[in-house]
């Protein structure tokens, strides 16, 4: 089936450094990605989708200068966490699109500690 | 170790029948729980989440779901099926913050809504 892997699944950075999330689509072309975030007891949210050779949708309140996405190929899509803050620690993850199966893969996560 | 097990990949009602959307679960902890909803291109919307409150969780557009530990089962349904319910559905399980640190999801399910 179709699997989506993603990494790091975890991360330790100083505040102020640049993480960057890989999300590859490995037996499967995604034109479409979506990135979430999520906090403890918390549903997950939204970030932004991800669409292959164009510019990132962004849900309002999510910083695009701060999360930075690119999409630059079918079967890769990375997040940047760009001068990175303890409030920015959290678990990310990403899910893509199987066209041609049409349904949803989830990546396995990345947890984000920044110190 | 977590899982989710969706167990039917495709379920079929009428418009105006009930839904039930099965999904069982294996955790070492003491889970929260989540159904999202996923409609074609957009991002997961959460139906609703158990987070060791009620047993019955009642979440958005009629749907409900209940968390039975004997059973690990947290089985999503909705009285009257409405059109706009065909979607794909998931079940996750959460255990951030714990040892596992780790959100799993099931695989899916898709519901379709017939005339």
């Known amino acids: 089936g179709a699997v989506v892997s993603q990494h790091p699944s975890r991360v330790i950075c100083k505040s102020g450094t640049s993480v960057k999330i890989e999300c590859r689509s490995l037996?499967?072309?995604?034109?479409?990605m979506f990135w979430y975030r999520q906090f403890p007891k918390q549903s997950l949210m939204l970030m932004a989708t991800s669409n292959e050779g164009s510019k990132a949708t962004y849900e309002q309140g999510v910083e695009k200068d701060k999360f930075l996405i690119n999409h630059a190929s079918l079967t890769l899509s990375t997040l940047t966490v760009t001068s990175a803050h303890p409030e920015d620690s959290s678990f990310y993850i990403c899910?893509?699109?199987?066209?041609?199966?049409?349904?949803?893969?989830f990546g396995s996560g990345t947890r984000l500690t920044v110190v | 170790a977590q899982s989710v097990t969706q167990l039917d990949s495709h379920v079929s009602v009428s418009e105006g029948t009930p839904v039930l959307l099965r999904c069982n679960y294996s955790?070492?902890?003491?889970?929260?729980l989540f159904w999202y909803v996923q409609h074609p291109n957009k991002g997961l919307q959460l139906l609703l989440k158990y987070t060791s409150a009620a047993t019955l969780v009642k979440g958005i557009n009629g749907f409900e779901a209940e968390f039975k530990k004997s059973e690990t089962s947290f089985h999503l349904t909705k009285p009257s099926a409405h059109m706009s319910d065909a979607a794909e559905y998931f079940c996750v399980v959460s255990d951030l913050g714990n040892r596992d640190d780790k959100i799993i999801f099931g695989k899916g399910t898709r519901l379709h809504i017939l005339p």
């Open positions: 955790s070492s902890y003491s889970p929260s």
């Open positions: 899910s893509a699109r199987d066209e041609g199966a049409g349904g949803y893969t």
């Open positions: 037996d499967f072309q995604a034109t479409t």
